[in-house]
T-cell receptor
Framework: AQTVTQSQPEMSVQEAETVTLSCTYD???????LFWYKQPPSRQMILVIR??????QNATENRFSVNFQKAAKSFSLKISDSQLGDTAMYFC???????????????FGTGTRLTIIP | GAVVSQHPSRVICKSGTSVKIECRSLDFQATTMFWYRQFPKQSLMLMATSNEGSKATYEQGVEKDKFLINHASLTLSTLTVTSAHPEDSSFYICSASAGGNSNQPQHFGDGTRLSIL
């Protein structure tokens, strides 16, 4: 079974600063995906960024980037130039698989509540 | 594209009532849908995986007779909370898998806040 651990229950940062959210995972799978989801107060789940385990290059989406350390089973999210709209719960998630996602289930971490301070 | 509609968004009912929540994929077919439960300030916990035309697969500790799941078509899955009690009050979220036709593994509904009095 897979486990996903987020060790920072809450974080806060000043607007425009950079913040890094931590995530570690444990798995015996060799092929898998990792994701960061954002859940704002509206409770909608929004995919922020994804990383395929077989790719060595860290994924980047505008202000969001990851530091994927496969050997250490670490997958942190960096938010640059943070904005008030980034205030939300952030969940790290794991999915096993190779291609096209299939119908595999997601395993979520416990989440980090991020507050951007004006 | 890839919109998932969940209904109702909020329901308040008396203890002992059965409540049905619908999850629809509006513009794609979903052979697999997932049902999650989320307590306040906690993570999403997978309750069951719903496969079109077959029985749902429940996670350990989830009562299948309490949480009835039906996935009768490629665009609709329903979760029925039978004889609901206050401890069943929670936020329920569904998601649908679009398989290889999407850049996301699952598309989420907006959730249902269930309050049992």
């Amino acid at each position: 079974a897979q486990t996903v651990t987020q060790s920072q229950p809450e974080m806060s940062v000043q607007e425009a600063e950079t913040v890094t959210l931590s995530c570690t995972y444990d798995t015996s799978e060799s092929n898998y995906y990792l994701f960061w989801y954002k859940q704002p107060p509206s409770r909608q789940m929004i995919l922020v960024i994804r990383q395929e385990a077989y790719k060595q290059q860290n994924a980047t989406e505008n202000r969001f980037s990851v530091n994927f350390q496969k050997a250490a089973k670490s997958f942190s999210l960096k938010i640059s130039d943070s904005q008030l709209g980034d205030t939300a719960m952030y969940f790290c998630a794991f999915m096993k698989g190779v291609a096209n996602f299939g119908n595999e289930k997601l395993t979520f971490g416990t989440g980090t509540r991020l507050t951007i301070i004006p | 594209g890839a919109v998932v509609s969940q209904h109702p968004s909020r329901v308040i009912c008396k203890s002992g009532t059965s409540v049905k929540i619908e999850c629809r994929s509006l513009d794609f077919q979903a052979t697999t849908m997932f049902w999650y439960r989320q307590f306040p300030k906690q993570s999403l916990m997978l309750m069951a995986t719903s496969n079109e035309g077959s029985k749902a697969t429940y996670e350990q500790g989830v009562e299948k007779d309490k949480f009835l799941i039906n996935h009768a078509s490629l665009t609709l899955s329903t979760l029925t909370v039978t004889s609901a009690h206050p401890e069943d009050s929670s936020f329920y979220i569904c998601s649908a898998s679009a398989g290889g036709n999407s850049n996301q593994p699952q598309h989420f509904g907006d959730g249902t806040r269930l309050s049992i009095l």
